[in-house]
Structure formats: structure tokens, C-alpha cells
């Protein structure tokens, strides 16, 4: 039986007569990485608050640790952590500070834990550095900082790279990996930018215009991937009149783009079959990749689908 830290039952926020979630049945297995991808405005970051419950759902239920929160609110979200939004700290303060003031409102301070934590996120150097000082991703790795110092097993974070510059995608990247890895911490990330999730998730989730349309484990991903042969030719018509010949054409098996470029989507293995027609046929093939589309184009074929 699979263990999911996180998993809603038909979950729908509507805003006056906006529908900006809608039956969401969201499934966030126990020690993994998942990624909630979409559009700005596909309904991430309403998912998230209403998993935090920052906001109320219209219907639908969620269940935490396999308890509903409403019920066990203090034993189920005593072991969460989140960040929504960029988070907030005293500008003329330390790392180590800003911190410490978490820690006692939370009524846990712990000196050991503050830098324990800091040396977690790479920020021990930098502890005595006012924040107003910091880089955009340091402000983000203090911002998990506070958000694993009572040692949650739970992670939700709403854009965490967004406006980092790529040396700071890559520190946040690490330092996730390494929370997920070496600390079992699961994590709910949210982001538009789907290449970084690809990177860093273990399971995607599709979620457009208030709907999840898939979710897939990025193992099952690259065999839902469309693979394709592109060949770069001199002279395309004539080579889409030999693929026409074959009949190639009748289940859209092959498409044509700018720059002398012909895709050819089924029948791979006979590439070399093809290079030869092409050639015998005196057209100069320049190039031929197999190639396989990248999360981007998966995602706007399955909108495009859906």
C-alpha cells in the first residue's frame, strides 16, 4: 500500500463564480520530491494555501499523514513546513537573529538548532550578515531555513526559484535533493518553470486552469515522451513527396518545420531506410537526429489534449 503524506479527494476552490481549482485529487507520496506544474494562475499556489489551510476549500477533502487536518490541526501541521510567497524577515537583522525571533515565537528555541540548520543551507558563513544584505537566493534558502527548524516531515514551498538567477536555481536545487535524500523530508514544490522541475522532481503533476491533468513519475514521463527522427534536407518538397508515396502521411506520421527540416514520428527504425530514398533521390541530407521533445512541448500537447 502506497504511503502518502499528502492526498486530496475531489478538491475545488471557487471564488465568487470562478472555479480556480477543480476536483483535484492530489497524491504526494511519503520521502518524494513532487512537482506541481503550471501556468501562473493554473491554481498552484491555491492548492497550496488550502493544504495549509490559509484558506478554505468549497468542497472536497484533504487528508495529511492520512488524517484530516481539521480534526488533528496541531498533530498534522506540527510536522509541516512552507513557504508561500517570498518570505519575511527584519531587514537590519542576521541570519542567525531572524531566526532566533522564529524560533521563540514558535516557542522552541534551540541556539544548536539555529546553526544547524544555517550549516544546512549554506548559510553558516553569512550568519552574522544583515539580511538586507543578502542575495535573492540566500533570502530563499534562509526562508527554508525557517521552515525545516522544528524538523517537519512535510515541505511545501510555492515557487521557491522564481527570480533567482541560474547559480541560485542551482543552490536551491541542491539543497532540496539533499533534504529530500539525506533527511527524508518529503516536498511539495510548485513552479512554472518546467525545466527545474524536470530537474529536481521525482513525480510531476500537471495542473492547468484549476485542473490536475496528469500525474507521472519522471521515469514513466520519458516513455510518455514523443520520439522522433529529424532529417535536414535541401530540398523538402521532394522529400515530402517520397514520404507521401509511402503513405506515411495518413496518421500525420511526419511533419515538416523551417530551415529544411522534416520530423518523422513513427517508423524510427527505418531511418536509415529513408536517409538512402533521400539520397537516391538526389537530396542532400545534411542531418539526422533521433531526438525525443522536451517537458515544454509535453506539456502544451497535453493542454492542447485536455
Known amino acids: 500500500m502506497v504511503d502518502y503524506v499528502i492526498e486530496t479527494r475531489n478538491l475545488s476552490k471557487k471564488y465568487s463564480k470562478d472555479l480556480v481549482v477543480d476536483s483535484l485529487d492530489l497524491h504526494v507520496e511519503k520521502g518524494k520530491i513532487y512537482g506541481l506544474l503550471g501556468k501562473n494562475g493554473a491554481g498552484k499556489t491555491t492548492t497550496m494555501c488550502m493544504l495549509l489551510n490559509l484558506t478554505y476549500p468549497s ?3 484533504i487528508l495529511l499523514f492520512g488524517k484530516n487536518p481539521k480534526k488533528y490541526s496541531k498533530e498534522v501541521y506540527s510536522k509541516v513546513g512552507s513557504i508561500i510567497e517570498t518570505p519575511g524577515f527584519y531587514e537590519n537583522l542576521s541570519a542567525y537573529e531572524n531566526l532566533k525571533i522564529v524560533s521563540k515565537l514558535r516557542g522552541d528555541f ?3 538548532c539555529i546553526k544547524s540548520v544555517l550549516e544546512m543551507v549554506n548559510l553558516e558563513d553569512a550568519k552574522s550578515k544583515k539580511y538586507k544584505d543578502f542575495s535573492l537566493g540566500m533570502k530563499q534558502r534562509l526562508g527554508i531555513a525557517a521552515a525545516i527548524m522544528h524538523n517537519p516531515d512535510l515541505l511545501i514551498l510555492d515557487e521557491p526559484i522564481n527570480g533567482l538567477d541560474p547559480f ?12 529530500s535524500h539525506e533527511f527524508g523530508i518529503t516536498i511539495l514544490i510548485s513552479s512554472h518553470i518546467l525545466s ?3 530537474n529536481i522532481a521525482d513525480v510531476i ?3 492547468d486552469e484549476g485542473v490536475l491533468i496528469e500525474e507521472i513519475s519522471k521515469g514513466d514521463l520519458h516513455n510518455k515522451l514523443d520520439k522522433f527522427v529529424e532529417f535536414e534536407v535541401s530540398d523538402v518538397d521532394l522529400a515530402v513527396m517520397i514520404l507521401e508515396k509511402l503513405e506515411l502521411n495518413e496518421n500525420k506520421d511526419f511533419t515538416y518545420a523551417n530551415g529544411g527540416i522534416i520530423r518523422l514520428h513513427s517508423n524510427l527504425a527505418l531511418r536509415d531506410k529513408f536517409n538512402a530514398l533521400f539520397v537516391k533521390s538526389g537530396i542532400d541530407v545534411r542531418k539526422v537526429n533521433l531526438c525525443e521533445e522536451n517537458l515544454e512541448d509535453f506539456f502544451t500537447r497535453m493542454i492542447n489534449n485536455n
Open 59 to 61: 468542497s472536497g477533502e
Open 110 to 112: 534551540d541556539p544548536y
Open 168 to 179: 541560485g536555481i542551482k543552490e536551491i536545487r541542491a539543497l532540496l535533493k539533499r533534504l
Open 196 to 198: 527545474e522541475i524536470e
Open 205 to 207: 503533476g500537471f495542473m
